[in-house]
């Protein structure tokens, strides 16, 4: 199986919501189902203050489906929402 590169978006719940904080929860959780591996991050202006976290990772397809994976990054404190941005197959 081949290794893919998914980059995800966590829009927080409001611009209270400390960024910092909810990436190393989520890469904790990015780590515990998709193996450790670098996570880069970054956070994206979307309006009046507000910022989303976007996280790129590589994982292994043969893990599967990110239903489970987003649904437990839904869940965490301060998260609206998470969004499936990008999913690409790795080449090398």
Known sequence: M????ITLKLMPE???????GLHLEAEKAIHNYAGKGEIRAEQEPIAFGLRALKLTFVMDESKGGL??????LRNLEGVQ???VVDVRRAIG
């Open 2 to 5: 081949a290794n893919v590169v």
């Open 14 to 20: 409001d611009v209270e919501v400390d960024l910092d």
């Open 67 to 72: 239903d489970p994976l987003e649904d437990i």
């Open 81 to 83: 929402s998470v969004q």
